[in-house]
């Protein structure tokens, strides 16, 4: 397996440092550094990434520390999809396939033709996605990983709306994210959800449908 970090948010957005071949990366604003951030937050070197048998890991080395997924720490072991924040900066730790292995087992979202009810993701680091809604009757939307549907977007808040569903459909409500919560455009703090309704949340972009 081999990995990969992707700049999602701050200058350089969309850049991509591997991180094969060596034990332990750096990540930081000095010129040496391995993944160069060009950022006044953050330390020449901020952090740096060990590899012990396959098993990655993220320790603070400025002081200052960093952002796992939206909680401050010092030290983190990396999974795939896992957000880092370094000053301005906000990375994304991709695992990537090892030449000549077996393709991984399709984890990918149902499509939406597979799915009665739900969200599909039409804009932000999302799009293409399908979440499912008719497996429970509440579910919290955000940025937080402790969500039920996690939006990969540093815009939401890590806990920013509800959708509950009743004897007629889904209801959304605001949980007072920072950004607001928008339907079709509008700013909302509670309504009812009809198919084909756009729901906005930071700059993700999310239909609703139901048959």
Same mark, same amino acid.
């Given at each position: 397996?081999?990995?990969?970090?992707?700049?999602?948010?701050?200058?350089?957005?969309? !850049?991509?440092?591997?991180?094969g071949?060596?034990?332990?990366?750096?990540?930081?604003?000095?010129?040496t550094?391995?993944?160069?951030?060009?950022?006044?937050?953050?330390?020449?070197?901020?952090?740096?990434? /060990?590899?012990?048998?396959?098993?990655?890991?993220?320790?603070?080395?400025?002081?200052?520390?960093?952002?796992?997924?939206?909680?401050? !720490? &010092?030290?983190?072991? &990396?999974?795939?999809?896992?957000?880092?924040?370094?000053?301005?900066?906000?990375?994304?730790?991709?695992?990537?396939?090892?030449?000549?292995?077996?393709?991984?087992?399709?984890?990918?979202?149902?499509?939406?033709?597979?799915?009665? $009810?739900?969200?599909?993701?039409?804009k932000?680091?999302?799009?293409?996605?399908?979440?499912?809604?008719?497996?429970?009757?509440?579910?919290? &939307?955000?940025?937080?990983?402790? !969500?039920?549907?996690?939006?990969?977007?540093?815009?939401?808040?890590?806990?920013? $709306?509800?959708?509950?569903?009743?004897?007629?459909?889904?209801?959304? !409500?605001?949980? /007072?994210?920072?950004?607001?919560?928008?339907?079709?455009?509008?700013?909302?703090?509670?309504?009812?959800?009809?198919?084909?309704?756009?729901?906005?949340?930071?700059?993700?972009?999310?239909?609703y449908?139901?048959?």
């Open positions: 397996m081999t990995w990969k970090l992707v700049v999602v948010a701050g200058k350089g957005r969309g !850049t991509e440092f591997g991180l071949g060596k034990p332990v990366f750096d990540v930081g604003s000095a010129p550094a391995d993944a160069r951030l060009e950022d006044a937050d953050v330390a020449p070197v901020h952090v740096k990434i /060990n590899d012990a048998a396959g098993e990655l890991s993220a320790f603070d080395v400025s002081g200052r520390g960093f952002l796992h997924n939206g909680k401050r !720490t &010092l030290k983190s072991v &990396l999974r795939d999809g896992d957000l880092l924040r370094l000053g301005q900066h906000e990375l994304r730790f991709v695992a990537l396939a090892a030449p000549g292995a077996a393709p991984a087992e399709d984890t990918a979202p149902p499509v939406a033709s597979e799915i009665r $009810c739900g969200l599909r993701a039409l932000g680091n999302d799009a293409g996605k399908s979440f499912d809604l008719g497996s429970k009757d509440m579910f919290i &939307l955000g940025r937080g990983v402790a !969500t039920d549907i996690t939006v990969w977007d540093i815009r939401a808040s890590r806990v920013h $709306c509800r959708i509950d569903h009743d004897a007629t459909g889904h209801t959304i !409500t605001d949980l /007072n994210a920072s950004n607001g919560t928008y339907v079709n455009g509008e700013k909302v703090e509670h309504v009812r959800l009809k198919p084909g309704d756009e729901i906005k949340i930071g700059s993700t972009v999310l239909q449908f139901s048959e």
